[in-house]
T-cell receptor, first 115, second 111 residues
Framework: EAEVAQSPRYKITEKSQAVAFWCDPI?????LYWYRQILGQGPELLVQ????????DSQLPKDRFSAERLKGVDSTLKIQPAELGDSAMYLC?????????????FGPGTRLTVL | GQQVMQIPQYQHVQEGEDFTTYCNSS?????IQWYKQRPGGHPVFLIQ?????EVKKQKRLTFQFGEAKKNSSLHITATQTTDVGTYFC???????????FGSGTKLNVKP
């Protein structure tokens, strides 16, 4: 069964350092999502791509976060510089077309700890 | 502000007891999805509800979407230890593609 791949699974960094997360969606999925999940809370959408275009990044802290999906396949989320409050699980999800009846498939996530 | 509220935050039940979690939105939703996240895992899609008043069942799980499409519930009959995890609802607004997740209900089942 096809799965969403993410790496690394765990990342520990010091504040002010740069970190990057990678996501490879299910083959053929046009829509890719990056979510942040703080412990004890539900996932919060950071950015949504349709192919290589950003369709929603309203909750992305653009002064320090950036995301790209250059060829409309895999994607990278970067944080620079990392802050203590960025400690969370970063989840990537993909869906076939982003339509209202689409199912989102989540990857295993990257757990970030900022010291 | 938070679009979708979910209660309760935690629920501890004895194995065999029933469990219900509720999801409420201040705005009419186009559809709602339910996910289960096992401890240490990632959210896994359970079901989607689209129609007003819709009821769907999956074995011991019953999902309902309110008539006004502002609330939803997930009911588990005769819980088992395999039901342990956090259950999230995710609502989608009309004219928006993004889903707003509730804060989740963490279910613990004592054997």
């Amino acid at each position: 069964e096809a799965e969403v791949a993410q790496s690394p699974r765990y990342k520990i960094t010091e504040k002010s350092q740069a970190v990057a997360f990678w996501c490879d969606p299910i083959s053929g999925h046009a829509t890719l999502y990056w979510y942040r999940q703080i412990l004890g809370q539900g996932p919060e959408l950071l950015v949504q791509f349709q192919d290589e275009s950003v369709v929603d990044d309203s909750q992305l802290p653009k002064d320090r976060f950036s995301a790209e999906r250059l060829k409309g396949v895999d994607s990278t989320l970067k944080i620079q510089p990392a802050e203590l409050g960025d400690s969370a699980m970063y989840l990537c999800a993909s869906s076939l077309s982003g339509g209202t009846t689409d199912t989102q498939y989540f990857g295993p996530g990257t757990r970030l700890t900022v010291l | 502000g938070q679009q979708v509220m979910q209660i309760p935050q935690y629920q501890h039940v004895q194995e065999g007891e029933d469990f219900t979690t509720y999801c409420n939105s201040s705005t009419t939703l186009s559809n709602i999805q339910w996910y289960k996240q096992r401890p240490g895992g990632h959210p896994v899609f359970l079901i989607q509800l689209v129609k007003s008043g819709e009821v769907k069942k999956q074995k011991r799980l019953t999902f309902q979407f309110g008539e006004a499409k502002k609330n939803s519930s997930l009911h588990i009959t005769a819980t088992q230890t395999t039901d342990v995890g956090t259950y999230f609802c995710a609502g989608q607004l009309y004219n928006f593609n993004k889903f707003y997740f509730g804060s989740g209900t963490k279910l613990n089942v004592k054997p």
